[in-house]
């Protein structure tokens, strides 16, 4: 895996103040709230780095534009050329299928209690969609082929949980260990299979922004 890697999860949408299902297929610019709290992703991260010393990794990101909106704003804390971030698709946030774009009221009244409250996701595999099996598979391949380069990954709340849970470990769900939720906003260091908040983000948490 990359070493240090820095895992951040993109700030606030316009779908997540909705309560509305992204998935990928939706556009979801982030709302001002968002555009502050990646200015304060960008603000930490520089900070870390200057004041350890590390150089500045190479910027990875979900194609969503909500995550790549993020990375823009990062990239410019940190002197990052904007064509220099890689986008990967494996990266990209849990594919909600035939729930993209709904409310999510709306779906728990047709489909039931499609979340597990306790551990903040999904019961089920979604229809159309993806579950966490399929998630943790692309991650695996994406950690393989970044290999032990730093790096800095804008992803999202249920991608990033699983690629937590598989580089630091997490309780298992439907065979998947999964770590515990952050907020929108957060950033993460990890590494030597530890890890270490460099930011708590002021956004939401939970399978409701997805």
Known sequence: MPQPLFLARHAETVFNRARRMQGNAAMTPLTLAGARQADAMGAALAAHLRETGEPVPALWSSPAPRALQTAAIIADHLGIDWFA???????????????????????????????DEERRLFRMPI????????IAARLADWVAEARGAPAIAISHGMTARVLRGLLVGGAAYHGVPIAEDVPQGSVVRIADGAERLILTGGGAVGPRVA
């Open 127 to 134: 229809p159309g969609g993806e579950h966490y099996a399929d």
């Open 85 to 115: 971030v890689r986008q990967d698709p494996r990266l990209r946030e849990i594919e909600v299928g035939h729930w993209t774009g709904r409310d999510y009221a709306e779906i728990i009244a047709s489909e039931g209690p499609i979340i």
